[in-house]
Each structure stands twice: as C-alpha cells, then as structure tokens.
Nanobody
Framework: QVQLVESGGGLVQAGGSLRLSCAAS????????MGWFRQAPGKEREFVAA????????YYVDSVKGRFTISRDNAKNTVYLQMSSLKPEDTAVYYC???????????????WGQGTQVTVSS
C-alpha cells in the first residue's frame, strides 16, 4: 500500500511561484506513473500533469502548459510540481496520485494523497 503526502501549498500572489512535493512511502515510486490533479470549490477534479516511470514523458492540461513542470526523483521517492506565473484560476486543492497504467484519467490512479491547498490572490 502506497501512501502519498503532498506539501508546499500556500498563499501566493498572481505571477508568483510555488513548488509542490509529493512524498511516497510504503513502496517504490519507480513502479508508478504519477499525476497531479486539482479541484476548485464547486468544480470537478481536473487533470493537471502526469509523468511516466522514468520521467522521459510528461503531459499537461493546456491551461498550465509553459507554466507548470512535473518532475520526479525516484531515488527520493518524490514527485514535484513546479508552478510559475500563477493565476487566480489556479486556486484549488492539489492532489498527487500514483497508478501503474495511469495518465490523464483520475480513474486510472490507484493511490491518492490528501491534497494541499494552493491559493493565488489577484
């Protein structure tokens, strides 16, 4: 059973940056594709970014392309989401997730973290 814990969220002004981390325990992260999702109040959870096992391929929702970067350090069992040029519409709870065959669909992920709040003020 893999446990995921996100950290790094907070309050930031528009145009600022944050780096989210997702630390895994209970199993090697290298076995899993990893994804970041977010959920704003009153909205459905949405895909943000995903990364394959060795980090060679990454995927992003159009709204964050060029601003967010997903990366992983399998030796540290950690996945990151570097967020730059943040906008108020990026405000949400951000979740990391792990799955064997997952990419952009939340239903493909097997394990989820508890989420970390990101708030971008205008």
């Amino acid at each position: 059973q893999v446990q995921l814990v996100e950290s790094g969220g907070g309050l930031v002004q528009a145009g600022g940056s944050l780096r989210l981390s997702c630390a895994a325990s209970g199993g090697p992260l290298s076995y899993y594709r990893m994804g970041w999702f977010r959920q704003a109040p009153g909205k459905e959870r949405e895909f943000v970014a995903a990364i394959r096992l060795n980090g060679g391929s990454t995927y992003y929702v159009d709204s964050v392309k060029g601003r967010f970067t997903i990366s992983r350090d399998n030796a540290k069992n950690t996945v990151y989401l570097q967020m730059s040029s943040l906008k108020p519409e990026d405000t949400a709870v951000y979740y990391c997730a792990a799955g064997r065959v997952a990419l952009m669909s939340s239903r493909q992920y097997d394990y989820w973290g508890q989420g970390t709040q990101v708030t971008v003020s205008s």
